[in-house]
């Protein structure tokens, strides 16, 4: 019997910019990572507004998998500041 796992890995990073003469800050959050042992192609776009933290989004995000897959996602927002290092469904 053969049996196969995928094995990965992610690596996670954010800066946090304040916004001159405003009480807002633009954040740049992105993860990029591989895999071992998987296979497909992917890709999303998105934007929305989050009510409950008031900030406006922007992502892109793929995957390109083949034996070794590769994948990043970035996200782009503005609004108020975070007051906690919860970040809801972002990367």
Do not use: C
Request: proline fraction near 5%; hydrophobic fraction near 35%.
């Amino acid at each position: 019997e053969a049996k196969a796992e995928a094995v990965s890995g992610d690596l996670k990073a954010e800066l946090n910019v304040p916004i001159p003469f405003s009480d807002y800050t633009m954040s740049l959050r992105g993860r990029a990572g591989g895999s071992l042992g998987s296979g497909g192609a992917g890709g999303e776009a998105y934007a929305y507004q989050d009510l409950k933290s008031g900030r406006g989004h922007i992502g892109i995000g793929g995957e390109i998998a083949a034996a070794i897959g590769l994948k990043m996602d970035i996200d782009l927002s503005v609004g108020p500041p975070y007051n906690s290092r919860d970040r809801g469904n972002t990367p």
